[in-house]
């Protein structure tokens, strides 16, 4: 399936999660949320629950770092 859609852009980012005051409510309730360190001490549920709260933060981290870069911030090699 061929995606007709519009690409994405780090603008598009700010735009939204920048410079509408919804959009910024928004983005900062994600980072409330899902931004704190993922870490759990404990065994293997410990573990489980670390990788779980890893991808959760992963959203508003590729979010602020789509913000920066339509900034100008240089992105880092993992976000390439």
């Known amino acids: ?6 690409r994405v852009t780090p603008e598009m980012y700010a735009r939204v999660f920048e410079n509408h005051a919804e959009g910024a409510l928004i983005l900062e309730d994600l980072v409330r949320r ?4 993922p870490y759990v001490r404990g065994g293997q549920e410990a ?26 911030a240089e992105p880092n090699e993992s976000e390439q």
């Open 47 to 72: 573990q489980r629950q670390t990788d779980f709260n890893a991808g959760a933060l992963s959203v508003p981290t590729f979010i602020l770092n789509q913000i920066n870069r339509a900034n100008g």
């Open 34 to 37: 899902f931004g704190s360190n």
């Open 1 to 6: 399936m061929t995606d007709q859609r519009e």
